[in-house]
DNA sequence: GCCAACGTTGGC
DNA sequence: GCCAACGTTGGC
């Protein structure tokens, strides 16, 4: 069971819009890099995701999980997407500026790689990030 | 709004 | 197949 790190502008696609989609979930979109793709073709129905905010808020805000493994993007055929549904909040939101201060992350994809789109995460980085999010041994 | 970092493209 | 040039992303 992997782990996986989604990142979006809030102003393209928000956490709240997520939401709102409920348990039937949304297709991930706009994925436009091969390393990005590569990671998104490995991700599996079921497994979780955190889901990022860039721009003005750079925080993990949320988790997701996968329900549809990918298939083509259907903004652009010749690119793949998955369907994500929200799956619960982070009590508390885990910002940028707290994970790089954290040197147990620092070997984290979303301070070495800032760019990537989507990024795999370890489990330890997982299990840390959902405690300073308030989600306690929850993983 | 700037700029560094990185990915992609295309000429050789 | 290498590498310079260019475009894009995202933090500051």
Redesign the pocket.
Same mark, same amino acid.
Do not use: P, Q, V
């Given at each position: 069971m992997a782990y996986w790190l989604l %990142? &979006? $502008?809030p102003e393209e696609w928000s956490w709240a819009e997520q939401v709102a989609q409920g348990g039937k979930g949304a297709e991930w979109t706009?994925i !436009?890099?091969?390393? #990005? +793709?590569n990671n998104l073709r490995a991700m599996k129905k079921g497994e979780q995701a955190f889901f990022?905010h860039?721009? %003005? $808020? !750079?925080a993990i805000v949320g988790i997701v999980k996968v329900i549809a493994e990918a298939h083509p993007d259907s903004t652009d055929t010749t690119w793949g997407a998955i369907d994500v549904a929200a799956v619960k909040k982070l009590p508390t939101p885990v910002s /940028?500026?707290q994970i790089?201060a954290d040197k147990r992350l620092k070997g984290m994809v /979303?301070v !070495? /790689? #800032? +760019? /990537? &789109?989507v990024q795999p995460l370890t489990d330890a980085e997982w299990r840390i990030i959902c405690q300073m999010g308030g989600l306690g041994s929850t993983r």
């Open positions: %990142k &979006s $502008e706009g !436009r890099n091969f390393s #990005a +793709r990022y860039t721009g %003005k $808020e !750079r /940028l500026d790089k /979303l !070495r /790689l #800032a +760019r /990537l &789109s």
